[in-house]
C-alpha cells in the first residue's frame, strides 16, 4: 500500500473530529448544561419558575449541596498525604528503585504542578459533568523569564553571568555607597590619628616617626579605585521539558462515538485556545496566517453556561486581540490523537496530528494518548458514565416545586387577596399595608378577605424531608456522612451502633473513591512513563529533609502502582484508636523480639497521617538513620541497668495504658451486656406470652374436637343399631317363610337375649 498524503490524512481528521462526541452541542452538552445550571441554583430550563408575578423563584441547591459534601472526603482520602501512589517493583532488586520512583513522582504531581488544585479540579468535573479529564504530557516549550537584579558585586555578577540559562541584557554600574561610607570613615579615623601624631611630635620628637606610616595609609586609601556594583537586567530561557498535567474543560474533550475507554479509541482529541505566541513558543512554523475559528467551540451552551454565571460576554465568542498586538491573536487548535494507516503497512498506528483551521501544524507517530479519565458512576461498555447531578437533579427539581409551593403559601396567608366594592372604598387605604391602618368605606363590609384555600405547611414540610430521603437514597450521600443529623445525635445508640451507620453512610463515598483511584494509577503510570523516555539529566530533590539525585532513566522497565489512598474501613478517629492500641502492642513486642524500632516508626508515621499531618518525617526519625548513641564514661553494668529501668518504666506506662483501655472496653462490653440482657429479657417474655396464648388456643381446640368427635361416634353407633335391628328383624321373617323351627329360639331366656345384644354391639 502507498503512503498516505496529507490531503488524506486532513481529510480523515475532519470526518473523526466531526462525529466526535462533544464536538457538536449535543445531548451530551445539553446534559451538561443542565447540570451547571442545577448546580449553580439558576432558576433557568426547567427550575424556571411560573410565568406569574409573585411567585417564588427559589431553587433549592441540592446538587452543589450534595457535590460539595462529598468532595471534602475525596479530597482527605487522595491529597492528605505526600504520597497518593505507591509503586512495587515487579522483579527483586528493584525495591529501592521503586521507592525512589514513588517520591519523585508524587513530587512532580504535588510540587511542580499544584497537584492538589489539579485533583480537586478533576473530582468536581467527575462528580458535576460526567467524567473529568486530565492531561499530562511532556512540555518541550522554551520558557523566557524576565529577571532584574539591583546591587551586585563583581563576584555576584560573574557567578551570574556563569549560568547557562541566563543572558544579561542591560548593565549599569556605580561606586558602592556603603565602601564610600567606610573609606570616608576609615581617612577621618587616619586623620584623626595624624593630628595626635603631630602635635605628640611637638613635645617628643620620637613620636614623628609615626607621621610617614600615617600619611603613607591615607594615600593608599585614596589612591585604591571605588568598589562598584552593578544593577541588571538579564532573560533566563528554560529548556529540556518537564513533565506538565492539567485539567481538559470537558467541552474541549473529544473521543469517537464508539469508544469504550481512552486506551482503545479510534479517536481521541483535545480542542483548545492558544495564542500565535504560545505556538511559536511550542516550536510550530508558519503560524502567522492561521485560520483556526470554530464557530462550534466558541458557540458550545455548556461552555457559555460555566463562564456566563459572572461574565455577561460569554456567548459573544471574543478571542481575537482587541489591542492589535498579533502576538496574543487566538486560534482553536485540535490536537487528534488518530489511529490510521498512515505509511501504508495495512496496520493502523496511533498518530498525533496538530490541526489549526486548514493546515497540519504536526503529524507524527506516538504511544499513547496523554488524557486520563475518572468517573463516579461507571456505565457498562460505555465511555460517559453518571455523575452526581445526574442522580440528584430529579430530586432537586422535585424539592425545588415543593419549597416553591410551601412559600407561596406563606406569602397568600401573610398578603392575601382582597375584595372591595368600586366606589365604596378608598383603595389607596386599602393597597396601604401598616399595623394598625385604617380604612376607610363608606358602609361596612364593603371591603374584605376573599375566602381562599389555604396550604397544609406541615404536609409540605413532611414532603420535603420525604424528597430529602428520596435524594439520599439517590447520590447515596446523607446526614449520617455528613454529621448534620441531629436526631442521630440525640438518639439513644451505643458508639458501635453509630460507626456501624456511620460506615454504612460512607460506604457510597468509598465505592466512588475506588472508581477514581483507577485514574490516579493511570495518571501516575503515565507521568513514570514521561520521566523515563524524555528526561535525560539527573535531578536533585529535597525529600523529608535530605537531597537524593533522581535519574530516571533507570526506571524504563517500569513498576506496578498501587493506590494508598484512605478508602479503609472507619473514621480517622477509629483509625488513630487502632494505631495507638497497634503501637502499644509493637512496645510488648521489642520485648519480646516480635518488633523492631523500624515497626514502630512505621506505626508512627501512620498515626501522624490519620492525625491529619501529611508526613511522619518531621515528628519521628528513621531508626536506621540514626547512629547509635553511646557515653564513654557510661559502664556496660550502668548501661545495663539504665535500660532495665527504662524497659521497667516502659512496662509500667504500657500497663497502666492497657488497664484504663482494658477498663474502658470492660465498661462498654458491660453496658452493651446490660442493654442486650434486657433486650433478651423482653424477647423472652413476649415469647413467653405467644406461647401461653398459643397453649391455651390448642387446648380449647382440643377440647371441641373431642366434643365433636364423640357427637359423631353416638351417631354412628345408633344408626348401627337400627340397621342391626332391621337385619335380625328380616332373618326371622325369611326364617318364618320357610317354616324353620328353631329350637334354641324358645329356650333363650330374656337375659341371654339381653346379652346377646350387648356382644353384638360390642362387636359393633
Known amino acids: 500500500m502507498a503512503k498516505m498524503q496529507e490531503d488524506q490524512l486532513r481529510a480523515i481528521t475532519d470526518s473523526e473530529m466531526r462525529m466526535a462526541v462533544g464536538y457538536w452541542s449535543g445531548r451530551l452538552a445539553n446534559q451538561r448544561?443542565?447540570?451547571?445550571?442545577?448546580?449553580?441554583?439558576?432558576?433557568?430550563l426547567d427550575l424556571a419558575p411560573p410565568e406569574v408575578d409573585g411567585r417564588s423563584a427559589v431553587v433549592s441547591p441540592v446538587v452543589r449541596n450534595t457535590i460539595e459534601s462529598m468532595l471534602p472526603a475525596l479530597m482527605v482520602k487522595f491529597a492528605a498525604t505526600d504520597t497518593v501512589v505507591e509503586f512495587e517493583a515487579q522483579k527483586p532488586g528493584d525495591e529501592r528503585a521503586a521507592m525512589q520512583a514513588t517520591d519523585y513522582v508524587n513530587h512532580l504531581f504535588y510540587t511542580r504542578n499544584r497537584g492538589e488544585l489539579i485533583a480537586y479540579n478533576w473530582m468536581k468535573d467527575a462528580l458535576l459533568q460526567k467524567n473529568g479529564i486530565v492531561k499530562v504530557w511532556w512540555d518541550t516549550r522554551k520558557d523566557e523569564t524576565r529577571e532584574e537584579y539591583i546591587g551586585l558585586s563583581d563576584v555576584e555578577l560573574a557567578q551570574l553571568m556563569d549560568e547557562d540559562e541566563i543572558e544579561i541584557t542591560e548593565q549599569k554600574s556605580y561606586p558602592d555607597e556603603e565602601d564610600i561610607e567606610q573609606r570616608n570613615e576609615a581617612l577621618e579615623k587616619l586623620q584623626q590619628q595624624l593630628d595626635q601624631a603631630l602635635n605628640a611630635a611637638q613635645q617628643n620628637p620620637q613620636a614623628a616617626q609615626a607621621v610617614p606610616q600615617l600619611q603613607q595609609q591615607m594615600q593608599s586609601i585614596m589612591q585604591t579605585p571605588p568598589k562598584m556594583v552593578f544593577d541588571v537586567v538579564c532573560k533566563r530561557s528554560k529548556s529540556g521539558g518537564k513533565v506538565c498535567v492539567d485539567n481538559v474543560p470537558p467541552e474541549e474533550f473529544l473521543i469517537s462515538r464508539k469508544a469504550k475507554s481512552i486506551e482503545t479509541a479510534s479517536f481521541v482529541g483535545h480542542r483548545v485556545l492558544r495564542t500565535l505566541?504560545?505556538?511559536?513558543s511550542m516550536g510550530y512554523k508558519n503560524v502567522d496566517n492561521l485560520s483556526g475559528d470554530d464557530a462550534a467551540a466558541s458557540m458550545n451552551m455548556e461552555r457559555i453556561e460555566r463562564l456566563g454565571f459572572d461574565d455577561e460576554m460569554a456567548a459573544m465568542g471574543i478571542e481575537q486581540s482587541a489591542h492589535g498586538d498579533d502576538s496574543q491573536k487566538q486560534v482553536w487548535v485540535t490536537e487528534c490523537y488518530v489511529r490510521v494507516d498512515y505509511d501504508g503497512d495495512g496496520i493502523a498506528e496511533l498518530r498525533k496530528v496538530v490541526r489549526a483551521g486548514n493546515q497540519i501544524l504536526e503529524n507524527e507517530i506516538c504511544d499513547v494518548a496523554p488524557f486520563v479519565s475518572i468517573t463516579p458512576v461507571p456505565m457498562p461498555h460505555k465511555f460517559f458514565g453518571l455523575s452526581i447531578a445526574d442522580l440528584a437533579e430529579e430530586g432537586q427539581k422535585i424539592s425545588t416545586m415543593m419549597l416553591r409551593g410551601v412559600l407561596d403559601n406563606t406569602y397568600l396567608q401573610i398578603n392575601g387577596r382582597y375584595f372591595a366594592v368600586d366606589g365604596q372604598v378608598n383603595l389607596d387605604d386599602l393597597l396601604t399595608s401598616r399595623p394598625g391602618g385604617v380604612v376607610r368605606m363608606k358602609q361596612a363590609g364593603m371591603a374584605g378577605r376573599l375566602d381562599q384555600g389555604a396550604g397544609d405547611s406541615n404536609l409540605g414540610m413532611g414532603m420535603l424531608e420525604y424528597m430529602r430521603g428520596f435524594i439520599e437514597d439517590g447520590t447515596g450521600w446523607s446526614r449520617n456522612s455528613a454529621g448534620t443529623d441531629a436526631n442521630a445525635l440525640n438518639s439513644q445508640v451505643t458508639a458501635t451502633q453509630a460507626t456501624i451507620v456511620t460506615n454504612k453512610a460512607d460506604?457510597?463515598?468509598d465505592l466512588i473513591a475506588r472508581n477514581f483511584a483507577e485514574g490516579f494509577r493511570d495518571l501516575f503510570r503515565l507521568m513514570l512513563k514521561l520521566c523515563s523516555q524524555y528526561q535525560q539529566k539527573e535531578e536533585i530533590i529535597n525529600l523529608r529533609g535530605e537531597w537524593v539525585p533522581m535519574s530516571p532513566r533507570e526506571w524504563r522497565n517500569g513498576f506496578t502502582a498501587k493506590i494508598n489512598v484512605g478508602i479503609g474501613t472507619g473514621n480517622k478517629d477509629q483509625q488513630v484508636a487502632h494505631l495507638n492500641l497497634l503501637i502499644q502492642q509493637q512496645g510488648t513486642g521489642m520485648q519480646i523480639g516480635t518488633a523492631t524500632p523500624q515497626n514502630v516508626f512505621e506505626a508512627q508515621k501512620e498515626l501522624t497521617k490519620a492525625l491529619g499531618f501529611k508526613s511522619g518525617d518531621k515528628f519521628f526519625t528513621d531508626p536506621s538513620k540514626v547512629p547509635p548513641r553511646q557515653d564513654p564514661h557510661v559502664s556496660a553494668e550502668q548501661a545495663k541497668a539504665q535500660a532495665t529501668m527504662q524497659i521497667e518504666q516502659a512496662k509500667a506506662q504500657m500497663k497502666q495504658q492497657t488497664d484504663m483501655h482494658a477498663k474502658e472496653s470492660e465498661m462498654q462490653l458491660e453496658r452493651e451486656r446490660m442493654q442486650m440482657q434486657a433486650q433478651v429479657d423482653t424477647n423472652r417474655q413476649q415469647v413467653e406470652a405467644q406461647q401461653q396464648q398459643a397453649k391455651m388456643q390448642m387446648e380449647r381446640e382440643l377440647e371441641q374436637w373431642?366434643?365433636?368427635?364423640?357427637?359423631?361416634?353416638?351417631?354412628?353407633?345408633?344408626?348401627?343399631?337400627?340397621e342391626t335391628a332391621v337385619v335380625i328383624a328380616k332373618i326371622n321373617a325369611e326364617a318364618k317363610l320357610i317354616g324353620v323351627q328353631v329350637q334354641s329360639q324358645s329356650m333363650v331366656t330374656p337375659d341371654q337375649d339381653n346379652a346377646a345384644d350387648a356382644a353384638l354391639n360390642d362387636d359393633t
Not at 33 to 44: G, N, R, S, T
Open 277 to 280: 505566541s504560545e505556538l511559536r
Open 706 to 722: 373431642k366434643a365433636q368427635l364423640k357427637a359423631n361416634t353416638d351417631r354412628e353407633l345408633e344408626m348401627m343399631r337400627r
Open 33 to 44: 448544561q443542565k447540570a451547571m445550571v442545577y448546580y449553580l441554583a439558576e432558576p433557568k
Open 507 to 509: 460506604m457510597r463515598t
